[in-house]
């Protein structure tokens, strides 16, 4: 989503929600066309931060109503109760799996989503949850499947069967993924892109409260570096993880040094320079500009190839893969791979 709109930057600037007040308050009295903003998919997943931000305009009970007609606002906070109605099940069924895991010892990395509503946004309502991403050790994997059947989750073998290799999922009502990877070996191009291994992540980890619950997640360099790889993963087609990018640039103190090491050692450079400045250019995320000089230096080519696309995710998401990888070697592989039968 390229912020050019009144609408899109009316979306743009909620999500710094307070920093962006004056902002939305004038593209109000400039008048915003509210279809658009309600009925666009694009912009669907930040509707519940737009309605807490609105909600935070000076004298929102004589303003608001002037500036935000009555049913749009009344629709927006339908929206917003829905996603945090919602996110409570989402929370109070993270607490039951953490709990139980606790008992039996079993440790657990809560990845993106559902962490960031007790760690980086302000409300548990503002933030779009779809499912659960859990890490283990593989070793726990059996104990791990035992202790959620109790819970009485049940396993899609079928929808397994093509992410063994890194992930299985369960359903209950809600959605949970458990990693033991966050690499789908098995892809043609994946272990390509991102060569952090699985043991660096275990090490570069910190406690967190989670859903009431301890439990641990990335340290901030580190969980900027996955996200930008899920962002990669997703190719870019959800504005929401972006927006997880920009509130983590927020709510921690980079330490950038660090980041640009990480990523030149691993060579992604690709997915976090992308991820970094379009964080910086629809949300205006604090990101020095050495850093985005030191990551990488864009040919026009490689900026349309990454341009946020409205185009069929499964060829394009192939297309971005194939440019992220660095090593001439590595990107033959894959195309021999991607070329071979499947037998």
């Known amino acids: 989503m390229q912020q050019k709109t009144r609408e899109s930057k009316l979306i743009c600037y909620s999500v710094p929600s307070s920093k962006g007040l004056s902002k939305i308050e004038q593209l109000l009295i400039e008048g915003v066309n509210w279809h658009k903003v309600l009925s666009e998919r694009k912009f669907a997943p930040l509707l519940p931060i737009l309605y807490f931000t609105l909600n935070r305009i000076p004298l929102t009970e004589h303003r608001t109503p002037i500036l935000v007609p009555s049913e749009v606002l009344s629709e927006l906070k339908q929206k917003y109760l829905q996603n945090k109605a919602r996110n409570i099940m989402y929370l109070s069924e993270l607490h039951k799996i953490l709990e139980t895991f606790a008992k039996q010892n079993i440790e657990t990395i809560i990845l993106k989503g559902i962490s960031f509503l007790n760690t980086i946004y302000q409300d548990i309502g503002v933030r779009e949850i779809t499912d659960i991403d859990m890490l283990i050790h593989k070793e726990d994997l059996r104990a791990v499947d035992k202790l959620l059947r109790e819970l009485g989750y049940s396993n899609d073998d079928k929808y397994s069967e093509a992410n063994k290799t890194n992930h299985t999922t369960y359903f209950k009502g809600v959605i949970l993924d458990i990693h033991w990877d966050i690499v789908n070996k098995s892809s043609a191009v994946q272990k390509y892109v991102f060569k952090l291994n699985i043991d660096e992540l275990w090490q570069n980890t910190m406690p967190a409260q989670i859903a009431s619950s301890q439990s641990l997640i990335l340290t901030p360099e580190y969980l900027l570096i996955y996200l930008s790889f899920h962002l990669l993963k997703e190719a870019y087609h959800n504005i929401k993880w972006i927006a997880d990018i920009y509130q983590l640039i927020e709510k921690y103190d980079i330490e950038w040094k660090k980041v640009i090491s990480l990523v030149q050692r691993a060579k992604i450079s690709k997915p976090v320079f992308y991820a970094l400045y379009y964080a910086k ?39 971005i893969y194939l440019a992220s990888i660095e090593s001439k070697i590595d990107k033959l592989k894959a195309l021999a791979k991607l070329s071979l039968p499947r037998i």
């Open 281 to 319: 250019s629809l949300f205006n995320a604090n990101v020095p500009q050495f850093v985005l000089d030191e990551l990488h230096s864009p040919h026009r080519i490689e900026q349309w190839i990454f341009r946020l696309p409205s185009r069929p995710l499964s060829l394009w998401r192939l297309i």
